[in-house]
């Protein structure tokens, strides 16, 4: 019987690739508007180093794209480009299609639901809050929360305890198949790979099933907690 539902956060309930690309466009436009004198291009490629060194959260882009273009913070500049930053980041920031019905309807069902997230927590919570997500899971672990990233069981054993639930007992729907995945299925966890979200579309997947709309997952569920199954 599965009593939880574990989902990671990024690619799998909202789309961040896509929310991120169109962020960095409007802080590149909002950035050479208030007077960056370098190509279009010539920033994006700045960005892109930076992400790939320091990782995609990291929070102090601008401010090390402009020192090292400018030599110096100006923070006109900056301001500039954080706010288009955040407009857009917002605008653009929306669960995937049927997530929030296949969310309530789990909930109503009595079945717990979970979160998994490498992100730090204050990201993490700032994209739950501007979905109006930040009242529906029963537990949401970030990496601040254990210091350590999927595929570590750490994360995951730290969900199943705040639900209260047996590995056996939980499901987890991701979108990366090496770290949702395999994690998930270490410490004796279900998985449901969330194909909708792949942002790879090169990798190897071994997962209990394949879903190509989050709503699927329903009847994944419905056929676990059937009457006359354990």
């Known amino acids: 019987m599965i009593k939880a539902v574990v989902f990671d956060l990024d690619n799998t309930l909202v789309d961040f ?28 490629q700045h960005i892109d180093k930076i992400y790939q060194k320091q990782g995609i959260e990291y929070q ?82 970030t990496y601040d929360d254990t210091g350590e990233r999927k595929p570590s069981p750490k994360p995951f054993l730290t969900a199943l305890s705040r639900l209260n639930v047996f590995p056996e007992e939980a499901i987890m729907v991701g979108d990366w198949a090496e770290r949702d995945m395999l994690g998930a299925k270490n410490v004796g966890m279900l998985t449901a790979f969330a194909r909708y979200g792949d942002s790879f579309g090169n990798q190897i997947v071994s997962a209990d099933y394949e879903l190509d709309d989050i709503r699927n997952l329903l009847d994944v569920v419905k056929e676990h907690n059937r009457p006359g199954n354990k």
């Open 60 to 141: 102090r882009v601008f401010d090390e794209l402009l020192g090292n273009i400018l030599g110096h913070i100006d923070f006109r500049i900056l301001s500039a480009g954080i706010v288009a930053y955040r407009r857009a980041r917002e605008a653009a920031l929306k669960p995937y299609p049927h997530v929030t019905p296949t969310l309530v309807e789990l909930s109503k069902s009595g079945v717990k639901l979970g979160l998994v997230s490498d992100a730090p927590a204050r990201e993490a919570w700032l994209r739950l809050c501007y979905i109006n997500y930040h009242h529906l899971f029963d537990a949401v672990i």
């Open 17 to 44: 690739m896509a929310m991120k690309r169109q962020a960095v466009e409007a802080a590149i436009s909002g950035m050479m508007d208030a007077g960056l004198r370098i190509t279009h291009e010539q920033i994006q």
